[in-house]
């Protein structure tokens, strides 16, 4: 299994908070990407990363932020959370991105609940 | 606009048939297209993929057939076994541009022992 560890497997927060998960990887791959799953919407692409400071969004950004200051560790951040914000975000790597076919390798997730 | 759409949220199949699960996408531009398994509570993990340069690729019970002009694929596992119920995930990429992977909605697949 890819070395994937996402933090902290479940959370419960308020309207109005704002919320930080982590991804860290041991497979020192280049690209990091964040997707959330909801019932009846699959998997959707927040942000994702394509090496150490550079990032870009994905189809469902809004009110979601990333950082990437180090290979093995990236961060989604909700500024503000909104109860359309509970969902199971899912981390996932690869080596060299997607686009020549190479898979992505997924954490285990996180389970957010915004009451 | 979805670009990969799994139009049939479930399927029910018994132990020992055909599972086909279908898949269609919109982009032209998308030349690989990959399957991932999903159980719940645990994230997804791929299963098998085709380059847009075959028609089929299989292993073991699992092969995917690819019919680029009519922009559709489909996975068959056969014979389908209990262990094989699961969420099901079409996804696919474009080498121009190193696209991430955009997924389907997933078909929910249910094997009756």
């Known amino acids: 299994d890819a070395g994937i560890t996402q933090s902290p497997r479940h959370k419960v927060t308020e309207t109005g908070t704002p919320v930080t998960l982590r991804c860290h990887q041991t497979e020192n791959h280049r690209y990091m990407y964040w997707y959330r799953q909801d019932p009846g919407h699959g998997l959707r692409l927040i942000h994702y990363s394509y090496g150490v400071k550079d990032t870009d969004k994905g189809e469902v950004s809004d009110g979601y932020s990333v950082s990437r200051s180090k290979t093995e560790d990236f961060l989604l951040t909700l500024e503000s959370a909104t109860s359309s914000q509970t969902s199971v975000y899912f981390c996932?790597?690869?080596?060299?991105?997607?686009?020549?076919?190479?898979?992505?390798?997924f954490g285990s997730g996180t389970q957010l609940s915004v009451l | 606009d979805q670009q990969v759409k799994q139009n049939s949220p479930s399927l029910s199949v018994q132990e020992g048939r055909i599972s086909i699960l279908n898949c269609d996408y919109t982009n032209s531009m998308f030349d690989y297209f990959l399957w991932y398994k999903k159980y719940p509570a645990e994230g997804p993990t791929f299963l098998i993929s085709i380059s847009s340069i075959k028609d089929k690729n299989e292993d073991g019970r699992f092969t995917v057939f690819l019919n680029k002009s009519a922009k559709h694929l489909s996975l068959h596992i056969v014979p389908s076994q209990p262990g094989d119920s699961a969420v099901y995930f079409c996804?696919?990429?474009?080498?121009?541009?190193?696209?991430?992977?955009?997924f389907g909605k997933g078909t929910r697949l249910s094997v009756i022992a």
């Open positions: 996804a696919a990429s474009a080498s121009e541009g190193n696209t991430p992977l955009v």
């Open positions: 996932a790597i690869s080596e060299q991105g997607t686009g020549s076919g190479e898979k992505l390798f």
